[in-house]
């Protein structure tokens, strides 16, 4: 895994740098402002540093001289790991050592802090164990024919895979990180191996993508999904944010029909935030009501929430959104982070048959677990993009951010809000 820093006088253009030295597939896992210091700051513009990182399994693949040139600007330590990696996660991954350090001493090794045999403090415990002592991770050490291989284990390496475990992470899923592991990380310290496991999370979790403004008005915004994920609440929550924050002039549309209570809940916003709401019956209607406020930047349409097996619902639905087919277009699935992992699937595969679509997640606050996020990305393939955490409107929404997932699968506090 190659992880670099970039410093640019902007966003957009740290970006750019990173996609020409790592590649396309290059995926940011943090960026920050950097403000300038001292009396000069008056005449200096702030900086952008940006930390990217790639697969080490697609850096193989670029060009021998490419090669030559990231080996040499990404000078490892002792550890194996790059300085500039040892930077960019250690604030992130020092709570979750010492959670995992905890949870160690809570158990076997605790009794033998404080037991006969080490009564000296700082004495040294012996973390590795054997196949019979993880038999949560037997299967890891087999090849493809079933036979154990001799691969040192680490007392370390079985609580992070039960961590994700606890975390509702698939079992497929959380082997495939623990296989991913060269089998020399299961003897480095326990900062290096959270290090590794963090990078890789967040690197599985990809791009995020939120809205992004169209180049030609209107852009016209779909929210799909079951009933009661909160797509209205949702879909008023980036109303807001867009209206407020970003000076959009923004439309809204509901195809809502079977609720009444939907209807008024957007009209109650609608007015508040003083943009034009109407009603939407049939695919004409929804047509000429996009002409009708061409010249707004952004037209939400919230959906009727229906089951994914209605066939009829589904139908009408892809209707709806082909109908404004020559404008520029985008669908948000949401879908709520309490549902069972293999609803969530059904539905994720219904919607993938009628169009493509990015993800939200709702209801963050009502579950201690995140790995259905990491579950549904890698399942699907789809895009994350927003989570919302509340009520509130517009606080309880954010973009998705993968340090925070990544954090809270190992165990460190991502969850309820901060996105």
């Known amino acids: 895994m190659i992880i670099k820093k970039y410093k640019a006088t902007t966003e957009k253009d740290a970006i750019l740098m990173a996609k020409e030295d790592l590649g396309p597939e290059a995926v940011v896992m943090n960026v920050k402002t950097i403000k300038r210091k001292g009396i000069m700051k008056l005449f200096k513009k702030n900086t952008v540093e940006l930390t990217a990182a790639i697969d080490d399994n697609v850096a193989e693949k670029k060009s021998s001289d490419k090669k030559s040139e990231e080996k040499t600007s990404d000078k490892k330590n002792q550890d194996g790991y790059s300085e500039e990696a040892q930077n960019a996660i250690e604030e992130k991954i020092n709570s979750i050592a010492r959670l995992l350090e905890q949870q160690m001493l809570s158990g076997n090794e605790k009794e033998q802090a404080s037991g006969k045999e080490e009564k000296t403090a700082g004495t040294k415990i012996d973390y590795s164990v054997t196949d019979d002592t993880v038999p949560g991770l037997r299967h890891i050490a087999e090849n ?3 036979t154990p291989e001799s691969v040192s284990k680490n007392k370390v390496i079985e609580l992070i895979y039960n961590q994700l ?6 079992k497929k899923i959380a082997d495939d990180i623990i296989n991913e592991l060269d089998t020399e990380n299961y003897k480095l310290p326990i900062d290096n191996i959270l290090a590794n496991v963090y990078q890789k999370i967040v690197l599985k979790l990809g791009e995020v993508k939120p809205l992004a403004i169209g180049e030609r008005k209107p852009k016209v915004v779909f929210f799909v999904g079951n009933t009661g994920v909160g797509k209205t609440t949702t879909m008023a ?18 195809i809502d029909t079977y ?4 209807i008024e809940q957007i009209k109650t916003y609608a007015n508040i935030l003083n943009t034009p709401m109407e009603v939407v019956y049939t695919p004409e209607d929804i047509k000429n009501y996009v002409e009708k406020y061409k010249e707004c930047d952004l ?3 919230d959906t009727a929430g229906h089951s994914h097996r209605n066939e009829e619902q589904k139908k009408n639905l892809k209707e709806m959104v082909d109908s404004v087919s020559e404008y520029e277009t985008e669908v948000f699935l949401v879908v709520s982070a309490v549902v069972k992992y293999n609803d969530l ?6 919607y993938d048959k009628l169009f493509d679509y990015k993800l939200i997640f709702t209801k963050l606050d009502e579950t201690r677990a995140l790995g259905s996020i990491l579950n549904l990305k890698i399942d699907m393939n789809k895009t994350l993009s927003y989570a919302t955490w509340g009520q509130n409107v517009p606080e309880d929404i954010g973009v998705v951010n993968p340090q925070i997932i990544a954090k809270s699968l190992l165990g460190g506090d991502g969850n309820g809000s901060g996105f």
């Open 144 to 146: 493809d024919n079933g």
């Open 165 to 170: 475990l606890d975390n509702e992470v698939e």
């Open 237 to 254: 929550k980036l109303a807001s944010k867009f209206k407020l924050e970003n000076k959009m002039n923004i439309a809204m549309l509901s």
């Open 259 to 262: 609720r009444i209570a939907a």
């Open 299 to 301: 037209i939400f349409v």
């Open 345 to 350: 699937v059904d539905i994720a595969k219904t």
